[in-house]
């Protein structure tokens, strides 16, 4: 177990190193990097050769200084009134005595000369990070400005953070309560408010990160790249700060400042982008709010605004591998608008999708068949035979035939659904439908016409740029000629699937490692075939 290293009191910090940081000639108000010079040898907080500056600060009462139970985790960018506001806050909020709250701050408590003229990551710095809970040490982030969290641009700051997580830290997500206010009344207020939150979640890049001059950021990354790898650290860190939001979205001040329309909009809002970013969890708790803020209101909508957020749970645990839960919710949303809407209507035909979605994923294709079929009804009656939505039907409906190995009734839903696709210009969707018009083929052993349709969909997919779902179009036209015994343009194309995946995902990514595997089982495929 590490031991505790002394930190300095929250009120001396609020109090007496701002006085002393005036009689210097300097405010709170200027960035931890701005109070001095490191490359100077001797500074108000700095003192080269020396300890560390509460060590051998005589004017700091002991009953200041103590066994730290809080380590600060900080940009040198961030302001030292950001600091101070963001730890008087914690207090405040977990009803801590600023007197007794000792935090270890590295430009307080650490000798950062030496670190400046060897940027080594020495063993002290190194055991910093190996905390653990039984040492009583929480760690709190400060997390400003908002919008762009300049923690969370630090090479260091980032790495410690999923540290102190894989050392069962507990981890504060802390901001000054201005930029907290800040970030509440712009999510709830603006229309586009979440989405900037989320920006600034997606930025989260550790390769791209800065660090400080006193640390070697080849020797991080290296450390990183070993392991665990750059997406897991960029990964959790993601996460992290959208399960902290979520957060701060359900407490009390969020409620304070905004109406239960205005939550309930913003719950439905980012939950439905939680959703889509594959953040389930979130996803599912936002939605579950929303819900029970709809359950309490009373207006001619209610009912239809019940149904809507219980198809979103029902859509979540669906994702969540819950699927009896699932059909529960789903099934209630059903019934609630066939009876406000009537039979032929986009939501129930909706519904009766979902509910085909999650009976395939059971396995149970006599029902989600039934389900499709009705559902195909309701579009033809409402938009024709040549709509959009129409051919989605038929694509679900093909998506049963082919789970049930009947490829030749598959193939003739999926041509229905491309026809109508390839009218309406629908590029994704056409892609789409020869893809599944491939799969079907190769199950057929028709592997020559298989290969023309999957690059049909691949030409799609590279006019649209590089993207991800291209790296796919490369993998599915590789595993054709995997499966027409051509391993040497499989090769080929899986090594187009493999640049690709790196380019856009990165190379640890679990799509990059995929189709990495795969290209050694092509090989030994080849090899096999060559040793006949």
């Given at each position: 177990?590490?031991?505790q290293e002394?930190?300095?009191?929250?009120?001396?910090?609020?109090?007496?190193?701002i006085?002393?940081?005036?009689?210097?000639?300097?405010d709170a108000?200027?960035?931890?990097e701005e109070?001095?010079?490191l490359t100077?040898?001797n500074g108000?907080i700095?003192?080269?050769?020396?300890?560390?500056?509460?060590?051998?600060?005589?004017?700091i009462?002991?009953?200041?200084?103590g066994p730290?139970?809080?380590?600060?985790?900080t940009?040198?960018?961030?302001?030292?009134?950001?600091?101070?506001?963001?730890?008087?806050g914690h207090?405040?909020?977990?009803?801590?005595?600023?007197?007794?709250?000792?935090?270890?701050v590295d430009?307080?408590c650490?000798n950062?000369h030496?670190?400046?003229e060897?940027?080594?990551?020495?063993?002290n710095m190194?055991?910093r990070?190996?905390?653990?809970?039984e040492?009583?040490?929480e760690?709190?982030?400060v997390?400003s400005?908002?919008n762009?969290?300049?923690?969370?641009?630090q090479v260091w700051?980032m790495?410690?953070?999923?540290k102190a997580?894989?050392?069962d830290c507990?981890?504060h997500?802390a901001?000054p309560?201005?930029?907290?206010?800040?970030?509440?009344r712009?999510?709830v207020?603006?229309?586009?408010?979440f989405?900037?939150?989320?920006?600034?979640?997606?930025?989260?890049?550790?390769?791209?990160?800065?660090?400080s001059?006193?640390?070697?950021?080849?020797?991080i990354?290296k450390?990183?790249d070993?392991?665990?790898g750059?997406?897991?650290?960029?990964?959790?860190?993601?996460?992290?700060?959208k399960?902290?939001v979520?957060d701060?979205?359900f407490?009390?001040q969020?409620q304070?400042?905004a109406?239960?329309?205005?939550?309930?909009r913003l719950c439905?809002?980012?939950g439905n982008?939680?959703?889509?970013?594959k953040?389930?969890?979130?996803?599912?708790?936002?939605?579950?709010?929303?819900l029970e803020?709809?359950?309490?209101i009373?207006?001619?909508?209610?009912?239809?605004?019940?149904a809507?957020?219980?198809?979103?749970?029902g859509?979540v645990?669906?994702?969540m591998?819950?699927p009896?839960?699932s059909?529960?919710y789903l099934?209630?949303?059903?019934?609630?608008?066939?009876?406000?809407?009537?039979?032929n209507s986009?939501?129930?035909?909706?519904?009766?999708?979902?509910?085909g979605?999650?009976?395939?994923?059971?396995?149970?294709f006599?029902?989600?068949?039934?389900?499709?079929?009705?559902?195909?009804?309701?579009?033809e009656?409402l938009?024709?035979?040549s709509h959009?939505?129409?051919?989605?039907?038929?694509?679900?409906i093909?998506?049963?035939?082919?789970?049930?190995?009947?490829?030749?009734?598959a193939?003739?839903?999926?041509?229905?659904?491309?026809?109508i696709?390839e009218?309406?210009?629908?590029?994704?969707d056409t892609?789409?439908?020869?893809?599944?018009?491939?799969?079907?083929?190769?199950?057929?052993?028709?592997?020559?016409e298989a290969?023309?349709?999957?690059?049909?969909?691949?030409?799609?997919?590279?006019s649209m740029g590089?993207?991800?779902?291209l790296?796919?179009?490369?993998?599915?036209?590789?595993m054709?000629y995997c499966?027409a015994h051509?391993y040497?343009?499989?090769?080929?194309?899986l090594?187009?699937?493999?640049?690709?995946?790196e380019l856009?995902l990165?190379?640890?990514?679990?799509?990059?490692k995929?189709a990495?595997?795969?290209?050694?089982?092509?090989?030994?495929l080849q090899?096999q075939?060559l040793?006949?």
């Amino acid at each position: 177990m590490v031991s505790q290293e002394n930190g300095i009191s929250v009120h001396w910090l609020s109090v007496d190193f701002i006085k002393e940081v005036e009689g210097y000639g300097k405010d709170a108000s200027l960035a931890i990097e701005e109070l001095e010079d490191l490359t100077k040898p001797n500074g108000f907080i700095r003192q080269k050769g020396d300890g560390p500056y509460i060590d051998r600060n005589s004017a700091i009462e002991k009953k200041h200084i103590g066994p730290s139970n809080l380590a600060l985790v900080t940009s040198w960018k961030n302001t030292l009134r950001d600091i101070v506001d963001t730890l008087v806050g914690h207090c405040k909020d977990h009803d801590l005595d600023p007197e007794q709250t000792f935090v270890w701050v590295d430009f307080l408590c650490n000798n950062l000369h030496a670190a400046a003229e060897d940027k080594t990551l020495d063993d002290n710095m190194l055991q910093r990070m190996a905390r653990n809970k039984e040492s009583g040490v929480e760690i709190v982030v400060v997390i400003s400005p908002w919008n762009k969290p300049l923690c969370l641009t630090q090479v260091w700051n980032m790495f410690e953070l999923y540290k102190a997580n894989e050392n069962d830290c507990k981890i504060h997500f802390a901001m000054p309560p201005e930029e907290k206010t800040n970030m509440l009344r712009t999510a709830v207020f603006n229309e586009e408010g979440f989405g900037k939150i989320l920006d600034a979640v997606r930025a989260i890049n550790l390769e791209k990160a800065e660090t400080s001059d006193i640390i070697d950021k080849d020797q991080i990354l290296k450390i990183i790249d070993e392991d665990p790898g750059f997406y897991e650290v960029n990964e959790w860190l993601k996460d992290w700060v959208k399960d902290k939001v979520v957060d701060e979205l359900f407490s009390q001040q969020c409620q304070e400042i905004a109406s239960a329309d205005d939550i309930d909009r913003l719950c439905n809002g980012l939950g439905n982008i939680m959703h889509s970013e594959k953040n389930f969890q979130q996803a599912y708790s936002l939605f579950q709010k929303s819900l029970e803020i709809r359950e309490k209101i009373e207006r001619d909508s209610r009912d239809l605004m019940i149904a809507s957020a219980w198809t979103n749970i029902g859509l979540v645990l669906e994702d969540m591998e819950d699927p009896e839960e699932s059909l529960l919710y789903l099934k209630k949303a059903l019934l609630l608008r066939e009876r406000k809407l009537g039979r032929n209507s986009i939501p129930t035909s909706d519904s009766h999708t979902y509910i085909g979605n999650v009976q395939m994923l059971q396995g149970d294709f006599p029902s989600a068949h039934d389900s499709y079929k009705i559902a195909l009804a309701i579009e033809e009656t409402l938009h024709g035979t040549s709509h959009k939505r129409t051919a989605d039907c038929y694509h679900n409906i093909g998506k049963v035939f082919e789970a049930t190995d009947k490829a030749e009734d598959a193939i003739t839903y999926f041509q229905q659904a491309l026809a109508i696709r390839e009218e309406h210009d629908c590029l994704i969707d056409t892609a789409i439908s020869y893809t599944s018009i491939a799969q079907s083929l190769s199950k057929r052993s028709e592997h020559r016409e298989a290969l023309k349709h999957y690059r049909k969909a691949m030409e799609i997919h590279n006019s649209m740029g590089v993207r991800e779902e291209l790296a796919l179009a490369y993998n599915n036209i590789a595993m054709g000629y995997c499966d027409a015994h051509a391993y040497a343009e499989a090769l080929e194309y899986l090594e187009r699937a493999i640049e690709t995946y790196e380019l856009i995902l990165g190379k640890d990514h679990p799509h990059t490692k995929v189709a990495k595997e795969s290209k050694k089982e092509i090989h030994d495929l080849q090899d096999q075939e060559l040793t006949v």
